[in-house]
């Protein structure tokens, strides 16, 4: 009897997914394979309008790593992979389908995946029942919660968590819960992959490279307005010529409007340096080796971590205070990576009033900062990080950090630096009645204007 066939498959939306897959691979991350697929997933609000993974510049490179390419949205079009998950009755039709369309016959499938606890990963991973899974992680969303509570038959398929080590030290959270063994993807191979991304590049040169401003198109996810996200590049604009740069280059998010790049060409002008906009699709790690940039702005890209962690690049964060302040509902799965970045990289305006400074944690105080938001955001998912909350909120370090909680979040939660409730358990939850209400308040107050 001839042994079963053992498939692996890597499902990837982005190119930043896509190399840190192939890093993982050329470390010797997963075992053999008789087949390896990359599964290419557009998860665009307009997939046809937006090149997907494997239409990305320097792709190509890449592709060798895996036997065969395949996409997500044609195999289910013309539905969306980001709204479409399989009914109940259809599963065992859909499965015995989906083995069929792939070639899987009754291979035994391993899965790498990306966002567990939401579409298309999710319905990937009920399409594919019997198949163990490792979850990779696509940024410094690995250091926060599961920000959804996910069905243990899935949640218990995960072996592990394969992460970049963005930030030395810091302990990821997502999927611990499930027992996901963390375990860290090595900084050398994913430069070697953006190498292998970028070919080869010129040779070093006297002049000092441009300061580099990091785009994310914030509007789209709803957290800034478009002016106010105009604004907040601008004031990357006015704070790297402040500190002596006159030549820079933004680098936009693909789907940002062109607009914006102009209005910063004009204000870099009007202060007396230049900005060139670079419009290639490709990772902010390939204008690190190509430009060397003498330094790197940004909000709270992730690109900001790889610059200072893999680079070795000076960095500087702008308008991580006014969006811990801003940002709802408290469980966003950005308040982490806002988190880290407003914590460890350094504000680029000096005394702004919204850019909290002063000197960055050490890697104990960053793990005990980490775990206390963690607990505020998923209380329920993360009830055991319940006393290292309340630790660091007590703790000598608190007052420093106290603007990454809200007051109303630490008083729901009954934890310190909320205000005082009464112990009597009616009068508590008039208590909690009465902010929610308050909020609710708020909310229609806010749509009416």
Same mark, same amino acid.
């Given at each position: 009897m001839s042994a079963r066939?053992t498939?692996?498959?890597?499902?990837?939306s982005t190119?930043y997914?896509?190399?840190?897959?192939?890093?993982?691979?050329?470390?010797?991350c997963?075992?053999r394979?008789?087949?390896?697929?990359?599964?290419v997933t557009?998860?665009?609000a307009?997939?046809? /309008?937006t090149p997907?993974?494997?239409?990305?510049e320097?792709?190509?490179?890449?592709r060798?790593?895996f036997?065969?390419?395949? +996409?997500w949205n044609?195999?289910i +079009?013309?539905?969306?992979?980001?709204?479409w998950?399989?009914?109940g009755?259809?599963?065992?039709?859909?499965q015995r389908?989906?083995?069929?369309?792939?070639?899987?016959g009754?291979?035994?499938?391993?899965l790498a995946?990306?966002?567990?606890?939401v579409?298309?990963?999710?319905?990937i991973?009920?399409?594919?029942?019997d #198949?163990p899974? /490792?979850v990779?992680?696509?940024g410094?969303m690995?250091y926060g919660p599961t920000?959804?509570?996910i069905d243990?038959l899935?949640?218990g398929r995960?072996?592990?968590?394969?992460?970049?080590?963005?930030?030395?030290?810091?302990?990821p959270l997502?999927?611990?819960?499930?027992?996901?063994?963390?375990?860290a993807?090595p900084?050398e191979a994913?430069t070697?992959?953006?190498?292998e991304? &970028? !070919?080869?590049?010129?040779?070093?040169?006297?002049?000092?490279?441009?300061?580099?401003?990091?785009?994310q198109y914030?509007a #789209?996810?709803?957290l800034? /307005?478009a002016?106010?996200?105009e604004?907040?590049?601008?004031r990357?604009?006015?704070?790297?010529v402040a500190?002596g740069?006159?030549?820079l280059?933004?680098?936009?998010?693909?789907?940002?409007p062109d607009a914006?790049?102009?209005?910063?060409?004009?204000?870099?002008e009007?202060?007396?340096?230049?900005l060139?906009?670079?419009?290639?699709?490709?990772?902010?790690?390939?204008l690190y080796?190509?430009?060397?940039?003498?330094?790197?702005?940004g909000c709270?890209? /992730?690109?900001?971590?790889?610059?200072s &962690?893999f680079y070795?690049?000076?960095?500087?964060?702008? !308008?991580t205070?006014t969006?811990?302040?801003?940002?709802?509902?408290f469980?966003?799965s950005?308040?982490i990576?806002?988190t880290?970045v407003?914590?460890?990289?350094?504000?680029l305006?000096e005394g702004g009033a919204?850019?909290?400074a !002063?000197?960055?944690?050490d890697?104990a105080?960053?793990?005990d900062l980490v775990?206390?938001?963690g607990f505020a955001?998923?209380?329920k998912?993360r009830a055991?990080?319940?006393?290292?909350?309340?630790r660091?909120l +007590?703790g000598p370090?608190?007052?420093?950090t106290?603007h990454h909680?809200?007051?109303?979040?630490?008083?729901?939660l009954?934890?310190?630096?909320g205000?005082p409730?009464?112990?009597?358990?009616?009068v508590?939850r008039?208590a909690?009645?009465?902010l929610?209400?308050?909020?609710?308040?708020?909310k229609?107050s806010?749509?009416?204007k």
């Amino acid at each position: 009897m001839s042994a079963r066939r053992t498939t692996q498959i890597f499902c990837a939306s982005t190119l930043y997914g896509a190399a840190t897959l192939a890093a993982a691979l050329d470390s010797g991350c997963f075992g053999r394979a008789d087949r390896r697929i990359l599964l290419v997933t557009n998860n665009a609000a307009v997939p046809e /309008t937006t090149p997907a993974v494997d239409e990305a510049e320097g792709f190509e490179r890449l592709r060798g790593r895996f036997d065969s390419v395949l +996409s997500w949205n044609e195999t289910i +079009s013309p539905l969306h992979p980001a709204g479409w998950t399989p009914r109940g009755q259809d599963m065992p039709m859909l499965q015995r389908h989906l083995r069929r369309i792939w070639d899987l016959g009754d291979d035994r499938v391993e899965l790498a995946l990306e966002s567990l606890q939401v579409t298309p990963a999710l319905a990937i991973a009920q399409l594919l029942p019997d #198949a163990p899974v /490792t979850v990779y992680a696509d940024g410094l969303m690995s250091y926060g919660p599961t920000r959804n509570k996910i069905d243990p038959l899935i949640g218990g398929r995960v072996r592990r968590l394969l992460h970049l080590d963005l930030v030395p030290g810091l302990e990821p959270l997502l999927l611990a819960e499930f027992g996901a063994a963390p375990e860290a993807v090595p900084a050398e191979a994913f430069t070697k992959i953006v190498e292998e991304l &970028s !070919g080869p590049v010129a040779g070093a040169t006297a002049a000092e490279g441009p300061a580099l401003l990091l785009g994310q198109y914030l509007a #789209a996810l709803k957290l800034l /307005t478009a002016d106010e996200e105009e604004e907040l590049h601008l004031r990357m604009v006015r704070g790297a010529v402040a500190r002596g740069h006159r030549r820079l280059v933004f680098k936009p998010h693909p789907t940002a409007p062109d607009a914006w790049t102009q209005s910063l060409v004009d204000e870099a002008e009007r202060l007396g340096a230049e900005l060139t906009v670079e419009d290639r699709t490709v990772l902010a790690e390939v204008l690190y080796r190509e430009l060397r940039p003498a330094l790197v702005v940004g909000c709270f890209s /992730t690109a900001l971590l790889t610059a200072s &962690s893999f680079y070795g690049l000076p960095v500087a964060r702008v !308008g991580t205070g006014t969006l811990l302040e801003r940002l709802t509902p408290f469980q966003n799965s950005n308040r982490i990576p806002l988190t880290v970045v407003d914590a460890v990289v350094p504000p680029l305006e000096e005394g702004g009033a919204d850019e909290p400074a !002063g000197p960055g944690p050490d890697v104990a105080e960053l793990n005990d900062l980490v775990a206390a938001v963690g607990f505020a955001m998923q209380p329920k998912i993360r009830a055991d990080l319940r006393e290292a909350a309340a630790r660091h909120l +007590s703790g000598p370090h608190a007052e420093r950090t106290r603007h990454h909680f809200t007051r109303r979040r630490l008083t729901v939660l009954d934890l310190p630096g909320g205000l005082p409730l009464p112990r009597h358990p009616q009068v508590r939850r008039l208590a909690r009645q009465a902010l929610r209400l308050r909020k609710e308040l708020r909310k229609r107050s806010a749509a009416r204007k």
